[in-house]
């Protein structure tokens, strides 16, 4: 197989911007997975409040579900900007999987001890579709997709990606710097205008439009792909596009102004790719640059380490407390902060006793043996 490269093609890349770390897209993780708890919060949290009220929060949360999209696009942007010159695809795969899967385990089987309390059954099928990381290939299966942890869904996804990575970085860096933009202007366009065939498709395939547009790992690729051509051109110094603030604000009006405005099946990310795209480019250039930045604040930084921990935790976190508090349920803001801080506290457990020390683990004896130069 081909061995995975980190530079584009155009010209070669100066080794400060290759050892440049990109403490800002840590830090925007964060924000990320908040915007996905505030959603699942809102939407999905057995609070009690005046009908009014619940569908105010629900309306101001719609557009958090573009944050996955954020998150597959910061993905594809930052598995590029690490890659190891004359990395192989299975030592690539090896520390995915070591990133990724234990911390997945971990919560699979609490999600499991929460069905078991809250007394609902444990159904085998779905169970091992959680375990494999196939439930996003199931077709109008809400219950396997959300079976068990139901944020793991994007896992799915995101090993799908992990597996077309080594054969797609190769493809990408042999454009040329306008075959680069091409791409990236195609990328955003098809996420765009996808939501526009859905009805087609529905009735060609019999699949609804969420699992089209939402689930689906190859269709989700593309923003994955998208990650990956943007890094290209940020670390080629090619990139010309918006400056952070004016990034920050197109994001914020396509979160909570435009999500609300278009067609529901144009709110998961039709959106939002855009602004997104803008807002990776500008602050990985901003750290690159040296400028300053409050993303890069050592609490945000440590806040963003934990994110992927915390987006694994906060949903069941939310169900468990359902369960528990559904004969004296809580004001929206008390139940928030009981949820935030157990949810908190879950994830930086998670992180510091499941998800280092298996990254540490899995890959020691890797590491002790010689790399290729």
Not at 75 to 99: C, E, K, N, T
Not at 364 to 369: L, M, T
Request: with cysteine; proline share 6%; hydrophobic share 50%.
């Amino acid at each position: 197989m081909t061995p995975i490269t980190d530079t584009a093609p155009s010209r070669p890349v100066t080794q400060a911007v290759v050892q440049t770390r990109l403490d800002s897209l840590t830090g925007l993780r964060w924000y990320a997975a908040l915007l996905i708890f505030c959603y699942h919060f809102a939407h999905e949290s057995g609070y009690t409040t005046s009908a009014h009220r619940a569908e105010i929060l629900k309306k101001i949360t719609l557009g958090g579900p573009s944050a996955v999209s954020l998150f597959f696009i910061l993905s594809g942007f930052v598995l590029v900007w690490s890659a190891r010159i004359g990395d192989r695809p299975g030592s690539f795969w090896r520390r995915r999987f070591a990133r990724i899967y234990p911390s997945h385990a971990v919560t699979f089987l609490v999600a499991a001890l929460l069905l078991v309390w809250e007394g609902k059954p444990l159904i085998s099928s779905i169970a091992l579709g959680n375990l494999s990381l196939t439930q996003a290939w199931i077709p109008n299966r809400a219950d396997w997709w959300f079976g068990f942890n139901g944020v793991s869904w994007s896992l799915s996804c995101e090993f799908f990606f992990y597996f077309c990575f080594p054969f797609l970085v190769p493809l990408l860096r042999r454009l040329s710097v306008r075959g680069l933009w091409t791409t990236l202007i195609a990328g955003n366009l098809a996420v765009i205008l996808f939501p526009f065939l859905t009805n087609f498709l529905e009735g060609a395939t019999g699949w609804n439009s969420k699992y089209l547009i939402y689930m689906l790992p190859p269709v989700r690729l593309v923003e994955f792909a998208i990650g990956i051509v943007l890094a290209l051109l940020v670390k080629g110094g090619h990139w010309r596009g918006p400056g952070t603030v004016v990034s920050l604000v197109l994001s914020g009006i396509a979160v909570f102004v435009l999500s609300l405005a278009v067609p529901y099946v144009f709110h998961w990310n039709a959106c939002t790719v855009i602004p997104y795209t803008f807002l990776i480019a500008a602050l990985a250039r901003n750290d690159v640059r040296g400028k300053r930045s409050l993303l890069r604040h050592p609490v945000l930084v440590y806040l963003g380490e934990v994110s992927f921990a915390f987006y694994l935790t906060h949903e069941m976190v939310i169900f468990g407390l359902n369960y528990f508090l559904a004969p004296h349920p809580l004001s929206p803001f008390a139940q928030g902060a009981l949820v935030m801080a157990i949810s908190f506290v879950s994830a930086v457990l998670l992180h510091a006793y499941v998800e280092k020390p298996c990254v540490k683990l899995l890959m020691a004896r890797r590491r002790a043996r010689p790399q290729p130069a």
